[in-house]
């Protein structure tokens, strides 16, 4: 099996590709059972702003045991509850006595499992590769040049091309290992947008500080993405939280973060109109500064005050906006919608980046129903194509031989089923179809992971797109062939 499969939906074997901890985010009780680190060993997380050491201690089953005796699994938890704030990145926190990291020693266990001679398993040995550039990642995010790329090259790099739900876990797990992070968070953004691949802060304080200092522009409390270390990252802990964002962000809407034309508040009435004519807009933001949201002006909002006053003042015409962030899910986001008719959108920066609207959330929506409407009519054709032209009692015997599962229809046939029949070549030849099997029923496979993916809701990518033509065709073979 290749890296690719992963793209499918089909689990990693196991071996080097797993990095010798099953392809999970690195455990402090890993390091201790590869004997990186012993129990009892003492760590310090020294705060070097103001000067707080905070001690803890490795406990025998790979925990951090903090003086007050509360045990964490994860190196970020201890910190934060060490420090009551945070969140920080409890790997580059917490030092062992000659100040080597906790990171250091995970990094030197990834080390040892990607040093392994080739296996001759394409995946295994892939992922060793995968691993050389992780590293080279990080050795440029800690050399403040992180490496940038869309996140379609970013999902490359695992041999992927959308991000289903196993694919987007993957990834963010050996990011996780590496201590990388996606800024902003790869989950919540459009595939051919661009993130930078950045490590843990250099001080655990100025990451805080930071993150302090992003007000929100409308004054709104500034929502978390995915538990990460700070605005619009992917976590690089295995703490509660930091798993990837699942469903659809405003983020992953195309105008979402494609910038935004905008006025400030002492623009007049001929900039607006020549500014929304020229770009075929019904509203524009209202800037003073690329943070400092001060409203909009619509169509109606310019009818309303010079129907007031014929010499009305262009502030007369600014209305209230709205602004979430890029990684709000979208279903969230709907009643302010409804309301303001659009939303303003900021990136990981609290910038407005980004303008989204009725039409771009129906056009959304629109498109993920399209492929769920084929699959149910594929769904359908395969059973009519089976109840009509095979025994049922001989559909039972392959679907359900120990009869565990009382099957006594054809409807009760699942898309497993269909595939378990349509591959038995006695019940193929029944058919009398002028087709090839093994090119029928691999499609059928296709099919069922793309049909999994969007019936989870785990495909931000839409495989529905690419699929669509696919599922069209094979129910246009099956009403052809099946009678």
């Not at 099956?478 to 009678?483: A, D, K, M």
């Amino acid at each position: 099996m290749t890296d690719s499969a992963l793209a499918n939906g089909e689990e990693e074997p196991l071996g080097r590709a797993s990095y010798l901890i099953e392809g999970r985010r690195v455990l402090l009780a890993d390091l201790v059972n590869a004997g990186l680190l012993a129990p009892g060993t003492q760590l310090t997380f020294w705060r070097k702003r103001s000067g707080d050491a905070h001690h803890a201690r490795v406990t025998e089953d790979g925990r951090i045991e903090l003086v007050d005796g509360q045990r964490f699994k994860s190196p970020s938890t201890a910190a934060a509850a060490a420090t009551g704030r945070g969140p920080y990145d409890g790997w580059t926190a917490w030092a062992l006595d000659d100040g080597t990291l906790l990171d250091v020693l995970r990094q030197t266990l990834l080390d040892t499992a990607a040093e392994l001679p080739p296996s001759g398993d394409v995946a295994a040995d892939g992922s060793a590769a995968r691993h050389a550039r992780l590293k080279e990642a990080r050795k440029q995010a800690d050399a403040d040049t992180p490496i940038t790329l869309t996140v379609r090259d970013l999902l490359g790099w695992w041999g992927a091309s959308r991000r289903g739900y196993l694919v987007t876990e993957q990834v963010a797990t050996e990011l996780a290992n590496h201590g990388l992070s996606t800024v902003p968070d790869f989950t919540a953004v459009g595939i051919d947008d661009r993130v930078a691949l950045t490590g843990p802060s250099g001080d655990t304080e100025d990451a805080e500080e930071k993150a302090a200092e992003q007000e929100p522009a409308t004054g709104q409390e500034e929502p978390r993405t995915s538990g990460a270390p700070g605005p619009g990252t992917t976590s690089g802990d295995e703490g509660e939280g930091s798993e990837p964002i699942q469903g659809q962000t405003v983020g992953n809407l195309p105008s979402a973060l494609k910038g935004v034309v905008s006025v400030a508040s002492s623009a007049s009435f001929e900039e607006v109109f020549t500014k929304m004519r020229l770009n075929g807009y019904s509203q524009l933001p209202v800037l003073n500064g690329p943070r400092n949201l001060r409203g909009a002006v619509t169509w109606e909002s310019i009818a309303r005050a010079r129907y007031a006053d014929a010499a009305a003042p262009f502030a007369d015409a600014i209305v209230d906006a709205h602004a979430v962030s890029y990684a709000d899910h979208l279903i969230d986001v709907l009643p302010d919608l409804e309301r303001f008719g659009f939303l303003l959108v900021k990136d990981q920066t609290n910038q407005i980046a980004g303008i989204i609207t009725v039409a771009d959330v129906a056009a959304e929506y629109g498109a993920t129903a399209r492929p769920f409407l084929l699959i149910g009519d594929l769904d359908r054709q395969l059973r009519r194509v089976i109840s009509e032209g095979l025994d049922l009692a001989e559909v039972i015997t392959l679907c359900d031989p120990d009869g565990l599962r009382k099957l006594s229809s054809f409807d009760q046939l699942s898309y497993g089923d269909y595939q378990q029949v349509l591959s038995n070549q006695k019940q193929w030849d029944r058919l009398k179809w002028p087709l090839d099997r093994r090119s029928f029923t691999a499609r059928l496979d296709e099919l069922r992971e793309i049909r999994n993916e969007l019936m989870h809701f785990n495909d931000k990518d839409k495989a529905g797109d690419s699929a669509i033509p696919m599922l069209r065709n094979m129910i246009e073979l099956l009403r052809e062939h099946g009678g």
